[in-house]
């Protein structure tokens, strides 16, 4: 379908660099009654009228539990180094403690066997937000210490079974939202309006990094294992010199309560000064701070886009809220919409150059720990198209961000930046939390009514940079024959 639109470009990529893609459970595996599998947060989110966009749950989503040889068959014909996705703590023990469900467990012990089979490396991701129903229940969810001492558990059981084989764990993916967008805005499950719960959830997810960290050493076998952590570490980027405090501010609240305990073993003091009107950091016990900085192999790096930030210049302390906005001391901040860039179908602003910046940065920040994109992508009004009878989709903006962003990614290596792997988000259309089916971010489109996978011109495109290493251009003489097929499909360009 896609033959001949491509050839390689003089952008090369090494050898030893991973690429693949990334997914995960709550958004690709529907399943959600099936192989024994318990409640997550997320369900009962999701069925909470009024939640997410159209009332979309993840009951179905893609449905890779029941179609997962599909889907590798599909990862095979992508030529991808590696694949990242997340593990299900409730298919793997329904109420989150106690009881593993060994059918669970055997689902993604054969999807890595499988997945080996091909040549495909499993980066596994232990917590990507769908936590076990059962610990809201009973802890409160990650405002609770137990639920992080439950996490270490079913850490130590799932390093058990998979650790001979996983080449890369991540704990947590982006703690930043499971803790402040599902304890403090109430933007995500389950849904909690608190900023003091949310800075004890961003605690109890240091905490249990921390217990993972530990677990996963102590249980896995493979000897080139990497253990990392993925976090959305935000590029930010003041307007002006007025504005660095809330610079500062948003880096404190978003990035250092983060890689702080994580990487250096400490709170920022700005932090702790900047949210003390929220709370008194009395969960922060004797010795957590020790535990949840592990030496660790690997930092992953969620990008999307550069945070342009302000100083809001109405800000009224009088005005700041215990809860309820996107974090704790947000109204300080202004997020500038840069109208000179282009967007994507999420209005999230393309800066490939941001991505660059980052990578050296972070580099500098933490010169011994090699770095992976584990997520990087882009969401568009994708359409299928029908070409003699194949169905095609022609999703050139997602081509041309993907290669811009490969491109920003090698040249932060030739800046010396320290970066490994690169993962696109994400190989299939997916359930995208709150905003429901509408946005589309997969190498492969999914008919949601049928379930049908198309790969997308940007999956041929990917297969081919993972073939060649050298960044695909499309071929002059395909362009004609291109731009007509683009014509076909000009509602899903932007
Ligand atoms: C990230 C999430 C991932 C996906 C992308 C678009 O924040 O980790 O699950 O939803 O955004």
């Known amino acids: 379908m896609y033959d001949d639109l491509f050839q390689p470009g003089d952008i090369c990529v090494p050898r030893s ?8 459970a709550y958004q690709v595996e529907g399943g959600a009654n099936s192989g024994g599998r318990g409640r997550s947060i997320w369900d009962t989110f999701s069925h909470t009228p009024g939640k997410t966009e159209g009332g979309a749950t993840g009951d179905v989503a893609a449905d890779h539990y029941h179609r997962v040889h599909i889907d590798l068959d599909l990862m095979r014909t992508l030529n991808l180094d590696a694949y990242r996705f997340s593990i299900s703590w409730p298919r793997v023990m329904p109420t989150g403690e106690g009881a593993v469900n060994p059918d669970g467990l055997m689902f993604y012990s054969r999807l890595i066997d499988d997945l080996l089979d091909r040549g495909i490396q499993p980066i596994v991701t232990l917590n990507h937000w769908d936590l076990p129903q059962s610990l809201e229940d009973k802890y409160g969810g990650w405002r609770g210490r137990e639920t992080a001492h439950a996490f270490e558990t079913y850490a130590e059981i799932v ?19 499971n803790s402040f967008s599902g304890y403090g805005s109430g933007a995500f499950a389950p849904g909690g309006t ?9 605690h109890h997810l240091n905490l249990s990094h921390g217990l993972a960290v530990q677990a996963l050493r102590s249980t896995i076998t493979r000897p080139d294992a990497q253990i990392s952590v993925a976090l959305n570490n935000f590029r930010i980027e003041p307007e002006g010199p007025d504005d660095a405090d809330a610079a500062r501010r948003f880096d404190a609240i978003a990035n250092r309560i983060f890689t702080g305990p994580m990487l250096r073993g400490e709170y920022p003091d700005d932090l702790i000064l900047d949210t003390a009107k929220f709370t008194d950091w009395d969960f922060v016990k004797p010795g957590d701070l020790e535990i949840a900085h592990q030496p660790i192999d690997l930092l992953g790096l969620n990008y999307y886009e550069v945070m342009h930030v302000r100083a809001n210049p109405a800000f009224d302390p009088a005005s700041e809220s215990d809860g309820g906005t996107d974090f704790p001391g947000s ?14 179908g999420m209005d999230w602003g393309i800066e490939p150059r941001g991505l660059e910046e980052h990578l050296v940065a972070l580099s500098e920040e933490f010169p011994s ?3 992976m994109v584990m997520e990087n992508g882009a969401a568009f009004r994708d359409t ?19 290669s811009a962003h490969v491109a920003a990614t090698v040249r932060a290596v030739e800046r010396g930046a320290n970066v490994i792997g690169y993962l696109v988000w994400s190989l299939l259309d997916n359930f995208e939390w709150t905003a429901g089916y509408g946005p589309r971010f997969g190498l492969i489109h999914i008919d949601y009514e049928t379930l049908e996978r198309t790969p997308k011109l940007s999956s041929r495109w990917f297969a081919e940079l993972c073939a060649t290493r050298a960044l695909p251009v499309r071929t002059p003489s395909s362009e004609k024959a291109h731009a007509e097929r683009e014509g076909l499909d000009a509602a899903a360009t932007l």
Do not use: K, M
């Not at 660099?17 to 995960?24: D, I, N, R």
């Not at 084989?165 to 947590?172: C, D, E, G, L, P």
């Not at 608190?194 to 961003?202: K, N």
């Open 17 to 24: 660099f991973t690429l693949g893609a990334a997914t995960a």
């Open 159 to 177: 390093g058990a079974a998979l650790g001979d084989r996983v080449a890369v764990w991540s704990t947590h993916n982006e703690p930043w939202n």
């Open 194 to 202: 608190s900023h003091a719960d949310a800075l004890a959830a961003a």
């Open 331 to 344: 109204e300080r901040i202004e997020f500038v919409r840069r109208d000179d860039l282009a967007r994507t």
């Open 369 to 371: 720990l090699p770095i």
């Open 384 to 402: 299928v198209v029908d070409v003699d009878g194949i169905p095609a989709v022609f999703d050139v903006n997602r081509v041309n961000y993907l």
